[in-house]
Each structure stands twice: as C-alpha cells, then as structure tokens.
C-alpha cells in the first residue's frame, strides 16, 4: 500500500511478497499432511489446488474492476488483506479431534 520511493524499497516489498508466498507454498501441504494424515493428503489436495488456481486466476481481473470503479488499488489491497487476516485469525481456532492446529 506504500508506493516504493527508490529501488531499495522496492527490492525489499518484492523479497518480503516471494518469501511470504514461498512459505505459503510450502506450507500449505505441510499443514494438511499433518493435520490430516498421508492418507486423506491426496484427496483433500485434488480439491484444494485447482481451487486455488482458479481462483488466483481470477484474481487480476477482480482487482482490475475493484481499482476502475474505485479508482485505484488501495481498497482492492485493503480488502485482501482484510480478508487474508480474518482467515489467519479463523485458522487459530480450527480444531480437529480436539487439538488446535
């Protein structure tokens, strides 16, 4: 949300987005191995993968028709934030056979 002032900057918004969705990549079937076994992994993969590219495809083009009617990127920024945040928060409390995650 912050416009980059120099190139530092700018190396350093595009090193912190590449490490936060590398981690996310990883992460993702690291989380659902564990939480969910080697057995279940495959299904529970089959659905959530497609799901994510369809919707990551559909993204840009949500983002370009939030900034032309909003007239810029800051809110369509501000709500995937929002939305990333209340999904991290939601995530804390989610429970299987009675263990937090």
Same mark, same amino acid.
């Given at each position: 949300?912050?416009?980059?002032?120099?190139?530092?900057?700018?190396?350093?918004?595009?090193?912190? *987005? =590449?490490?936060?969705? +590398?981690?996310? !990549? /990883?992460?993702?079937?690291? @989380?659902?191995?564990?939480?969910?076994?080697?057995?279940?992994?495959?299904?529970?993969?089959?659905?959530?993968?497609?799901?994510?590219?369809?919707?990551?495809?559909?993204?840009?083009?949500?983002?370009? *028709? =939030?900034?032309?009617? +909003?007239?810029? !990127? /800051?809110?369509?920024?501000? @709500?995937?934030?929002?939305?990333?945040?209340?999904?991290?928060?939601?995530?804390?409390?989610?429970?299987?056979?009675?263990?937090?995650?």
């Amino acid at each position: 949300l912050i416009p980059a002032q120099n190139l530092a900057f700018f190396y350093t918004a595009v090193f912190v *987005i =590449g490490l936060g969705t +590398g981690i996310g !990549y /990883i992460a993702q079937p690291i @989380v659902i191995a564990n939480e969910f076994g080697t057995k279940d992994f495959p299904v529970i993969n089959g659905y959530i993968y497609p799901a994510n590219y369809i919707i990551g495809a559909l993204g840009p083009l949500l983002a370009g *028709i =939030g900034a032309a009617s +909003g007239g810029s !990127y /800051i809110p369509v920024y501000t @709500v995937l934030v929002a939305v990333c945040s209340i999904g991290g928060v939601i995530l804390l409390f989610v429970k299987k056979d009675g263990k937090k995650i």
